[in-house]
């Protein structure tokens, strides 16, 4: 299926792909394995793969099947030396650490590791800013409790990432119009937008999205 | 037959991918015998360039290069710290470059770049600074996907093929005789990057 979905992606003139294991266990993972080599195959724009890479060993092998990138959340938390002895080894700019964040009751955002289901207590301000120390080349900023519910980007919350780094910070969760998209960078300062179901369910939805951020005057491909 | 020569250093899969796509065939080889049968050579790089410059020299094929590239001419092209170690040094590492084409690899200036940021990563334009038939048929609209932090400075202007501009302006791809080298990802640039390997497969 997904390497069906790269085929349309790769007509659409798509900038970058962008594929996560969210399985709760690792028992399909040779699966997972196979879906990347398939797709890398077709996939003649950068490739991120991420979900369940502890292991600078795992992430050899995700670059052997044909990922370009690769992308660490709850490990990079749980050993942040992880994303240092990834950036030794493969470089910063193959180095993306993703970011699930949410909005406290007090105001305040907090990082979630575990698909979103941990709280960590840290912030998204100074995680960020470690994790740039650390040696991430991106950050993928998923803005948890805005994903699905389809009323764009969290602003605040990408805007006190951004002006937190100077490494590109990628936006994800909650997109349901273009519009979303053109805010993520004109108000969020997003360095790129990223969207799952609106490009899925769409057709030719690359080429709109783009169109429409191009007539709001933002230089895209 | 195009050898990808394979040092231990990036993504040497999706080039063979893009180049089964533009219907050539090409083979991944650290084989010093394979190298010296090769056509045309590719060779690619994701790095550091200390550590590119030592793999060659581990697997022995400096030696190789050497006769193919400057003896046998055969077309050559090098993609990213490929085109960078293809200069004579870097300021990435102590290691002396190939030294093909007159020139060195530096950082990029931040003085110059100011609040851009480093790595210089994403989708950017080449502007054409000599005619050739690598870049034939790509448009001025055409865009190439850049990942780097170092870029290089040709000695001689006229080795310069395109320009590219981040803060100020550096020589996204180079062509020496038969050497040629670009800082982009052409297996990464989609059509723009098929149509240029395609050339580089036509080109006699």
């Known amino acids: 299926m997904p390497a069906t979905a790269v085929d349309f992606f790769n007509k659409w003139a798509v900038d970058e792909i962008v594929v996560l294991d969210v399985s709760r266990t690792q028992q399909k993972r040779e699966k997972f394995y196979e879906v990347i080599s398939k797709l890398s195959e077709k996939c003649f724009v950068p490739l991120t793969v991420g979900g369940w890479i502890t292991s600078t060993d795992e992430v050899r092998s995700l670059l052997r099947m044909g990922a370009d990138k690769v992308s660490i959340n709850t490990a990079a938390i749980e050993r942040p030396a992880l994303i240092t002895e990834c950036a030794r080894i493969f470089g910063n700019q193959c180095v993306v650490v993703s970011m699930d964040a949410k909005k406290q009751a007090g105001g305040e955002y907090e990082v979630y590791s575990d698909r979103g289901r941990t709280p960590t ?16 080349g991106e950050i993928f900023l998923n803005c948890i409790d805005h994903d699905g519910f389809r009323k764009g980007y969290d602003l605040e919350l990408l805007r006190q990432v951004v002006d937190a780094v100077e490494i590109p910070v990628i936006a994800m969760g909650g997109v349901f119009t273009w519009d979303h998209l053109v805010e993520g960078v004109t108000i969020g300062g997003a360095d790129a937008v990223a969207a799952a179901n609106i490009l899925h369910y769409t057709e030719h939805s690359t080429k709109k999205a783009k169109n429409y951020m191009r007539e709001h005057g933002i230089d895209v491909r | 037959m ?85 200069t004579e040094s870097s300021e990435e590492g102590k290691n002396s470059g190939l030294g093909w084409v007159k020139g060195r690899t530096v950082r990029f200036d931040r003085q110059r ?24 048929g790509l448009s001025h609209d055409a865009r190439f996907y850049f990942v780097h932090s170092y870029h290089v400075l040709c000695e001689n202007t006229a080795d310069v093929l395109t320009t590219t501009t981040y803060g100020y302006e550096f020589a996204s791809s180079f062509q020496h005789g038969n050497i040629f080298g670009v800082q982009f990802h052409p297996e990464k640039s989609h059509k723009y990057g098929m149509k240029l390997l395609k050339n580089f497969v036509e080109y006699l």
């Open chain 1, 121 to 136: 207590g840290l912030s998204p301000i100074s995680w960020a800013a470690t994790v740039q120390e650390l040696g991430a």
């Open chain 2, 2 to 86: 195009i050898i990808i020569v394979n040092y231990n250093m990036g993504n040497v899969g999706s080039i063979l991918n893009m180049l089964k796509k533009v219907g050539a065939e090409g083979i991944i080889s650290s084989d010093p015998e394979v190298i010296l049968r090769a056509e045309k050579l590719i060779l690619p790089g994701v790095g550091a360039f200390d550590q590119g410059v030592a793999n060659l020299e581990n697997l022995g094929l400096i030696p190789i290069l050497n006769e193919k590239v400057l003896v046998q001419a055969t077309p050559i092209i090098g993609i990213c710290l490929g085109m960078q170690l293809m």
């Open chain 2, 113 to 136: 770049t100011k609040q851009l940021k480093i790595p210089h990563m994403g989708w950017d334009v080449i502007i054409p600074r000599k005619e050739s038939d690598l870049m034939d």
